[in-house]
C-alpha cells in the first residue's frame, strides 16, 4: 500500500478510537441510569459535558496542531483519552462521571485539526475527497464496533470494564503511531510551502468568507444530529423498541457499518466529480446536500412501528450523515488551503459546529423525559437535516469564489 494511504488508514484507525471513547458513556448509560437513579434529562447532560471543552479548546487545539507535528499531537491526546477512560472507571456517582468527560473534550479536541492538517500534508487535492472520508469514516467504525463489544463487557464484567478498555485501547494506539509514524519527504508534502503560510490565523479572511459560513452553518446541524446519534441511540433502542442492553449494543451497530461503506464510496464520488472537470466545491457540494437529505430518513426511524424497520432507517439516516460530514473536511480543506493554516481553519468550523453537538444529547435528554419517547427528539433532528442541506445548498461554487478570497501574506493582519 502506498505511503500517504497507509497514514489516512492510521488516521481512520485513530478517529475510529475516538469515537468508540465517546460512545463508550452512551452503552453505559441504562446501567448507570439504575446504578445511580439518574433520569434521561440529567444523563443527557453528562453525555453533552464532553461537547463542553471539545467546542470550547476547538480554536486553541487548532492553533496548536499547525505548531506542532502531528506525530506528537496524537501520542499525547491518545494518553490522554486512556487517562480519562481510567478515571471513569473510577466514579461513584453520577456527578462524578463529568470531570472525566471534560477531560475527554479538551484531550479530543485537537484531533480533528491534526487529522486534517496531516490528510492536506499528505494527499493531492484530488485525492482529498476519499482521504476525508476515510477519517470520518473511522466515526462509524469505531460506532460500529464499539457498542457490540462495550455492550458484552457491561453485560458480562460490569460497567467499569467498558471503560479500562478503551482506555487500554488508546494506550496501544499511542505508541505505535508514536513508533511509526514519520512527516512526509518534502517531496510528498503537498502543503503550501512555509514562505507562503501566515505567521497568524487569518482572522479576516476567515470571517469574511461566506462559504466558510455556510459550511459552518450545515455543520451546525450535522453535528447535532451525529452527537444525538452516538449519545441516544443505544438508550433509545433500549427505552423505546424494547431491547436488551446487548442487543441495543449489536442493533446499534448495524447502521454504523453501513455508514462505514456509504462514507467511503461518498468520498470516491467527491474525487470522482473532481476528475470529470467539476470545481473542488461544486463537487462537494453534491455529496453535502445528498447526505443531508438522506439523513431525513431518520424521521422515518422515530415513526415506523416496527424495530426492524427503525434500525433501517437508522442505517440510512446515519449514512447520509457520515458521507455529508467526511464532505465537509474536504470542501473546508479547499476553501482555506492557500492560507496555509488548515488545523486552525478546521478548529474554528469545529468550534461552531460544536455547539449542535453541545444541543443534541441535551435537548434529546429533555425531550425524551417530558414527552416519555424519543418520536419528538428524532422529528427535531430531521428538521436540523433539512436545514443543513439548505445551508450547504448555499455555498458558491464559481471559480472565483471557491476559496476564502485572497490569500493574505505572511505578516498581514
Not at 469515537?19 to 439504575?34: G, H
Request: glycine share 10%.
Amino acid at each position: 500500500m502506498n505511503r500517504r494511504w497507509l497514514v489516512a488508514t492510521g488516521v481512520l484507525v485513530i478517529t475510529a478510537v475516538a469515537y468508540v471513547d465517546r460512545v463508550n458513556l452512551s452503552v453505559a448509560e441504562p446501567v448507570l441510569a439504575r446504578e445511580f437513579d439518574a433520569s434521561k434529562a440529567v444523563l443527557g447532560v453528562i453525555l453533552s459535558s464532553f461537547t463542553w471543552t471539545y467546542t470550547a479548546f476547538a480554536i486553541p487545539a487548532g492553533l496548536v496542531v499547525d505548531r506542532v507535528r502531528t506525530r506528537v499531537v496524537f501520542p499525547v491526546i491518545l494518553g490522554m483519552w486512556a487517562v480519562a477512560s481510567f478515571l471513569t472507571a473510577g466514579v461513584r456517582s453520577v456527578g462524578g462521571l463529568v470531570a472525566p468527560r471534560l477531560l475527554l473534550g479538551v484531550s479530543e479536541a485537537p484531533f480533528a485539526p491534526a487529522s486534517i492538517r496531516t490528510l492536506n500534508m499528505w494527499l493531492p487535492q484530488r485525492e482529498r475527497g476519499l482521504g476525508s472520508s476515510m477519517f470520518i469514516s473511522g466515526v462509524a467504525l469505531g460506532s460500529a464496533v464499539g457498542p457490540p463489544g462495550l455492550a458484552w463487557l457491561v453485560a458480562n464484567h460490569g460497567w467499569q470494564s467498558c471503560f479500562v478498555a478503551t482506555g487500554v485501547v488508546s494506550l496501544l494506539i499511542a505508541v505505535v503511531w508514536a513508533v511509526a509514524y514519520r512527516d512526509p519527504h518534502p517531496s510528498e508534502d503537498h502543503s503550501p510551502p512555509p514562505e507562503e503560510r501566515p505567521t497568524a490565523l487569518p482572522w479576516r479572511a476567515l470571517l469574511h468568507s461566506r462559504n466558510l459560513w455556510f459550511l459552518i452553518a450545515g455543520y451546525f446541524c450535522l453535528l447535532y444530529i451525529l452527537y444525538t446519534f452516538v449519545s441516544w441511540v443505544p438508550g433509545y433502542l433500549v427505552a423505546d423498541r424494547g431491547f436488551t442492553l446487548l442487543g441495543s449494543g449489536v442493533s446499534t451497530s448495524i447502521p454504523w457499518a453501513v455508514a462505514f461503506v456509504a462514507g467511503l464510496l461518498g468520498g470516491r464520488l467527491s474525487d470522482a466529480a473532481l476528475r470529470r472537470g467539476r470545481a473542488p466545491l461544486a463537487a462537494r457540494k453534491v455529496v453535502l446536500v445528498g447526505g443531508m437529505v438522506v439523513a431525513l430518513a431518520i424521521v422515518g426511524a422515530a415513526l415506523v412501528d416496527s424495530a426492524v424497520g427503525a434500525i433501517v432507517f437508522l442505517a440510512i439516516s446515519t449514512s447520509g450523515i457520515i458521507v455529508a460530514n467526511g464532505a465537509v473536511w474536504a470542501a473546508t480543506q479547499d476553501v482555506v488551503h492557500d492560507l496555509g493554516m488548515t488545523g486552525s481553519a478546521s478548529g474554528f468550523v469545529n468550534f461552531w459546529g460544536n455547539v449542535g453537538g453541545i444541543l443534541g444529547p441535551i435537548v434529546t435528554g429533555v425531550l425524551a423525559t417530558t414527552t416519555g419517547t424519543f418520536v419528538a427528539p428524532l422529528v427535531v433532528a430531521g428538521a436540523l437535516a433539512l436545514l443543513g442541506a439548505a445551508a450547504f445548498a448555499l455555498l458558491r461554487t464559481r471559480p472565483a469564489a471557491a476559496g476564502v478570497a485572497p490569500p493574505l501574506r505572511t505578516g498581514t493582519t
